[in-house]
């Protein structure tokens, strides 16, 4: 019940946000109790995520025990991973996202458990489709693990049978894409990225502090060690910026006025609802190459602002999911609106896992990568029927 309860207050609140105290209450227990289990937060933290690798590792012999095809076994990789998700709610969301506020010498056992994990899905995919290089089928396994743990937390309005099925289309639809039916391709330009700030200065301070609350964490980072990376002391920083909390703002203010130009831009296009979406998704895949880093702190960070202007921010988040779902309502009458939102979710998660995959593809390969599996998604083969700045943010 501990674990339960820590697991959906870090994926509600981050874990920086929540408290011991805070999990005891939930959990029907006294803080202090909590102590007579774990040590501190951390080691709460510490054990989520081991039971959650415990269980993945455990199916993935099951799995391999099994034998069968490379697909087969993949396949069934697949419902493993999705069940999971379905069935510990936040838990594996919480592990991918919080690793990082562990010490390094604290998460790096558990990173290697990951990346063996992941190692597992890259083979299966490699097996599957031979002609993909293991780069790609890497940067394919995290998009997809982005994909199941995305939506099955996204409380999309489905039954937990009906849910577990579309995120399995989903995914086997990105891995193992067969004839599309999509629209023809559309020559959409990309967005074009508007001012982060006015003045050279204080838009080099937001840029700076976008890329490191995405590696080191909001509360890791310090005013100083955003004013060394852009060339000033700490101190000199409150001439651009009030403080930490109005740069967290700016960013994601950034971010949110950049996922609107992509749909203004979008309804320029001439044409039926599928060329329109798939425009759509094609800025959305260019623009995650150059923002990746803002789409982080959006995904990781907004826990660290005040909760009056973080729901500011979720409304117009929400206005803009309704865009994309529109869209996809009118490009597939096959689903219902609540598969359609757990959609758009799913295409935005493994748009931004396979940008951060941190495998050797760039430019072009990573964006055509990107691009077909998002595509593979949304116009799947058989739509209807089931299926079991450089330096600062390279």
Known sequence: MILREAARLFHERGFHGTSIIQIGAAAGVKGPTVYRHFPDKNAVLVALIEQSAERSEAEIAEIVREGGSPREVLERLVHAQVRQAVDDGPLSAVA????????????????????????EWVRRIVGARPELTEDEARALAVGAKWLIFTVATG???????????????MTLAMLLPGRSHRAPADPAPAVTPAPLADGDRRELIIREAACLFVEKGYHATGMDEIGEAVGVTGPALYHHVKGKDELLLAVLQVEADRAEAEVAETYVVDGPAERLLEALVRRRVRRALTDAHLMAVVERESYGLPP???????????????????????????LRDPEARAVVDGVRALIFGLVMSGTSLVGDRLEAVTLDAALAVLFPAEAGEAVGRPRSCG
């Not at 409380?155 to 289309?169: S, Y």
């Open 96 to 119: 991918a996202r919080e690793l990082r506020s562990l010490s390094p010498e604290t998460s790096e056992p558990l990173l290697r458990r990951g990346r063996a994990n992941l190692q």
């Open 155 to 169: 409380h999309v309005g489905l039954d937990d049978h009906l849910l577990h099925r579309l995120i399995v289309r």
């Open 308 to 334: 009056r202007r973080r729901q500011a921010l979720l409304r117009r988040r929400r206005l803009n999911h309704e865009e994309w779902t529109h869209l996809v309502s009118e490009s597939r009458s096959d």
